[in-house]
């Protein structure tokens, strides 16, 4: 398996939150888009932690949404890595999720849950 | 309120064993028990009324930024901001208490380490209701401190010091949990260093006085060498060392004073006066001296505890509280007599309570990982010496009697069952067990120190101090033997192997290439081609987890290192060295291996209905399974029932369990620690089967995605063993609790009203009798019924007590999530 390049892994890692400056601003995670990725039905939510993570079931490693005009990758291996709050107002493969899971007290669904404060009264 | 025999007698009949022991407890625990806050989190949510403590992470802020323009090495640097913490945090003392010492500010707050992951920072902006009012001055706050430690904290420094491609699987969340941290995952103490009476802080600090002055000496002589440059490292990370326990020390004599304020100023009850000038004597001579009595040794212990967790988020708490107290114990109660049975229970149910109140902010898998409690502090009890003999004591009957009483869920404990422990303990733990507290586990001594010594080459004068490093795997509590920090990374979601088969290692839920591209399912002409296909993915997905540990471990010393656990470990203060360093380590490594028993199940299925009856082709199970078997429910349920399922004593499935482990058991001693130690694995679950219950898809054993998975390590699936306990105990003897892996949890569900009276102490004693002869390591019970359950779950507000055993822990059923608690009910429920 090819060895990641430094660049994509910041790219991820930046999705990820990891590095500084990998989300744009930390006040960027108070904006809640009116098409978040977080409330699309190809939305899937890291498994490992609530921090905002996640990836499109449609959109694969390569594409990216919030550039102008956006780039669609439907080919590949790995899905595009994003965050619940990512702006999806450019993607037209956008579809609202008919249920999303608010309810805390059950343990992770990546397919429907969203249990993130900014999206409460979403 | 006056205690009447008869409404005590009354509560116990109906086997409301909580209200029962509201009734029996003193007044002390019974306040100290209700002005409890539990601090588990229900699925993944901490409940309402918790809050992220502040209070910490902005010293802890401050002091870094404090100390960026300071020439201290980093290690020095660390140790400073962990004093300045112990320094000026808020310290109270409860009502009633007697032990002292607190993780928080405050009792309801749940304390957040902001240098410990961006990641988890990210984690508490986006908790929905823990942090506290007002929101948007605290967010502020929270997004500021946040902003700092980017880049800077424990795990930004190091991911990118890892195999990327590594990092990015593990961090999916699909085929495992935990950080490869030296500060986020489980430490074991050198208890034969610390906690013998032996030494206490000053003897340590005079120690570390005099190997930095030793030190300096040859580091000024005219050679200049290697060594030389070695020295100045290690009289760095000495001096972090005294850093540390000085720090401690000056906190124990913080609550001194608030104790003699409050007595001197405050308090009106001339009992309670003399109560809190005792605990001020206590606070005044531990850590500083070693303990004299069981209250002092108590204190020391707590806190030696809370400064570990000052320093690290700890996942555990490895203790074995009646073999390191039980001297005090035998001294204050039997010889000395200045401790009545009755006050030595109090102290011993306090310390229970003052453990139950420590939490610390963890991600979203540990919460939903360990649904209902904080952490796995699985404390050991029972055992041998050195030398073989009992190692029970009055302390083991007192903690057993204590938990009875105050019924926490955690910590629980573990008993190490040998065949000399005598009938009067026996007894007091199958209370414990039939009173419904899902604890204590039974160990099986003599198997679990052979264990140790065939994996990790403990001698066995050191494997026979073992204690839990967390719910199961033993770990001496010796010098070059106990294990400083067991990264749980290395912790798998197994059901992932037989997934990985059919979908060639691509995970669904997730969206990754994570496993190993394996040939298409269909093209297996044999099962000895599916089977190889197993193993590979088994290979793939652990050492996927295993690298990330092994690296973080070789460059913990430098990038994380732990200049208190090291203090109060022989082998750093030896050499000074940071505790983590490998060279100095035998190593005890395991993988856990959650979801475990699908891989057997589902083997058997495909061998059976494949490719020995030739009723379907794989390719037509790959469909099934791909579309979580929709249309085929028929396909599926014959995969369900007309399919060996594991526990029934049934050689066809139970063969393939030995397979699968013993190819694992071939591969952990290939994969080896930085300590030059295997990696056998460890099947068990917490309630890892619920968590990952939407992210592992379907499988052959007829599972739907979304369907619970096994409650865990080697325990049949719920409602599939069929032919009773013994068939259950038959099955898992098969296995070699020595060399097949490092342990075996197995969860058995028992019949409440089948245990009363002497008649059930009986039936226990003859199923355990057979659990022993049989070599089997591991066995837990659950002891509730379903009414009860039931009833819980339509009236929770009235069975907020009740607990049960989830896995490797105990939980109060109400903190736990529906699905959890449904699970549980469908355990089959053992005639013995």
């Given amino acids: 398996m090819a060895r990641i390049s430094r660049d994509d892994y910041a790219k991820a890692s930046g999705v990820f939150g990891l590095q500084p400056g990998g989300v744009e601003k930390i006040e960027d995670e108070e904006k809640v888009p009116e098409r978040p990725c977080g409330l699309c039905r190809h939305y899937m939510e890291s498994a490992w932690s609530s921090d905002g993570r996640g990836s499109c079931k449609i959109l694969k490693e390569g594409s990216d949404i919030t550039c102008d005009p956006p780039v669609f990758v439907l080919e590949g291996t790995n899905g595009y890595m994003l965050r619940i709050l990512t702006d999806a107002s450019k993607c037209t493969y956008y579809e609202k999720n008919d249920f999303i899971d608010k309810d805390g007290t059950e343990c992770s669904d990546p397919a429907f849950r969203r249990f993130i404060r900014q999206l409460k009264d979403k | 309120m006056s205690v009447t025999a008869e409404s005590v007698k009354e509560l116990e009949k109906k086997q409301e064993w909580w209200w029962a022991a509201e009734k029996k407890r003193s007044k002390r625990l019974d306040y100290l028990r209700k002005a409890m806050w539990k601090k588990g989190a229900i699925g993944g949510l901490y409940p309402l009324g918790l809050y992220i403590d502040l209070e910490r992470p902005v010293m802890q802020t401050e002091k870094a930024k404090e100390l960026e323009s300071s020439a201290d090495p980093y290690v020095i640097k660390f140790a400073k901001m962990l004093a300045h913490v112990l320094d000026n945090k808020t310290i109270f003392i409860t009502d009633q208490s007697q032990l002292v010492g607190y993780l928080g500010s405050h009792p309801h707050t749940i304390t957040w380490d902001p240098s410990l992951a961006a990641i988890v920072n990210h984690e508490v902006i986006n908790d929905p209701q823990a942090i506290p009012e007002p929101l948007d001055d605290n967010l502020k706050l929270i997004k500021d401190i946040t902003n700092y430690w980017g880049g800077k904290s424990d795990f930004d420094k190091l991911l990118p010091q890892m195999d990327l491609g590594d990092v990015m699987k593990v961090l999916s969340g699909a085929i495992g949990w935990g950080v490869p941290l030296a ?90 006066k003399e109560e809190l000038v005792k605990i001020a004597e206590a606070c005044e001579r531990v850590p500083a001296k070693p303990p004299r009595t069981l209250q002092e040794s108590l204190q020391y212990d707590l806190f030696i505890q809370l400064f570990s967790r000052n320093e690290a988020i700890e996942g555990a708490w490895p203790a074995r509280p009646d073999f390191y107290h039980g001297p005090y114990y035998e001294r204050d109660v039997n010889v000395d007599k200045t401790l009545t049975r009755e006050q030595a229970l109090d102290l011993a149910g306090e310390f229970l309570i003052r453990a139950a109140e420590v939490s610390q902010y963890k991600p979203k898998w540990a919460r939903e990982g360990l649904q209902g ?20 004591n009055g302390m083991t009957i007192a903690l057993l009697q204590a938990a009875r009483l105050v019924r926490v869920a955690n910590p629980t404990f573990a008993f190490r069952w040998h065949p000399k422990v005598s009938d009067e303990v026996m007894r007091e733990i199958f209370e414990c067990i039939r009173q419904g507290l899902g604890y204590p586990s039974m160990r099986n001594d003599p198997i679990l120190v052979a264990n140790a010594m065939h994996w990790h080459g403990h001698p066995i004068e050191e494997a026979r101090l073992w204690v839990h490093q967390a719910c199961m795997s033993p770990s001496p509590a010796t010098k070059a033997g106990f294990q400083p920090m067991r990264m749980a990374n290395a912790t798998a979601n197994c059901a992932k192997i037989i997934e990985y088969v059919f979908t060639s290692g691509y995970d669904n839920s997730v969206n990754m290439q994570i496993g190993a591209e394996t040939p298409p399912v269909e093209s297996f002409a044999s099962y000895d081609e599916f089977f190889d296909a197993w193993i590979t993915q088994m290979k793939t997905i652990f050492s996927i987890l295993v690298r990330p540990v092994n690296r973080a471990r070789i460059l913990a010393p430098k990038i994380t290192p732990r200049p208190f656990l090291s203090a109060v470990s022989e082998r750093s203060v030896e050499s000074g060295l940071d505790v983590c360093e490998p060279s100095i380590s035998r190593g005890n490594a395991w993988i856990t291996a959650f979801t475990w028993v699908e891989n057997a199940d589902s083997l058997a299925a495909v061998k059976k209905l494949v490719f020995d009856e030739k009723k379907y082709t794989l390719a037509e199970l790959k469909e099934a399974v791909a579309n979580n078997w929709e249309g085929k429910e028929e396909m599926r349920l014959d995969f369900v029932k007309n399919a060996p399922k594991w526990g029934n004593d049934d050689d066809y499935v139970d063969r393939i369990m030995l397979d699968c482990l013993r190819e694992c058991a071939k591969y952990s001693h290939e994969l080896k620690c930085p300590s030059g130690n295997n990696w056998p694995i460890l099947p068990e679950n917490v309630s890892g089967n619920i968590h990952y219950a939407n992210i592992v898809g379907a499988l052959p054993n007829g599972r739907r995605l979304g369907d619970a998975l096994y409650d865990g390590g080697i325990s049949p699936g719920p409602g599939l063993d069929k032919k009773g306990p013994t068939a259950v105990l038959k099955s898992c003897s098969k296995i070699d609790h020595i060399s097949d892996g490092r342990a075996f949890l ?42 009860t359950l039931r009833s819980a779950q339509r009236d929770p507000e009235k069975y907020q ?32």
């Fill in chain 2, 183 to 272: 500060r986020g995952g489980y430490s074991g103490k050198d208890y034969e260093y610390i906690m013998t009476g032996v030494r206490a802080f000053e003897d340590i600090i005079a120690e570390l006085d005099n190997r930095i002055e030793e030190a300096d000496e040859k580091a000024h002589q005219f050679e200049a060498s290697r060594d030389i440059s070695e020295l100045i490292d290690k009289m760095n990370n000495w001096e972090a060392m005294k850093i540390t326990l000085e720090a401690g020390i000056r906190h124990g004599r913080r609550y001194a004073r608030l104790a003699r304020i409050i007595a001197e100023n405050f308090e009106t009850d001339s009992r309670r």
């Fill in chain 2, 373 to 392: 409690i904080e952490g796995t502090w699985v404390w050991t009890l029972g055992g041998v010496k050195k030398d073989g003999s009992d190692a029970c």
């Fill in chain 2, 746 to 787: 197995l969860n058995q569900r028992l019949s409440p009203t089948q245990l009363s009276g002497e008649k059930g102490y009986q039936l226990w004693k003859t199923y355990m009798k057979t659990w022993g002869d049989l070599g089997i390591d591991h066995v837990q019970f659950n002891c509730v019924s379903d009414e």
């Fill in chain 2, 801 to 832: 007590e009740v607990i049960v055993r989830v896995a490797g822990y105990s939980a109060h059923f109400v903190d736990i999530s529906r699905k959890t608690q449904d699970n549980i009910i469908q355990r089959t429920v053992q005639g013995l």
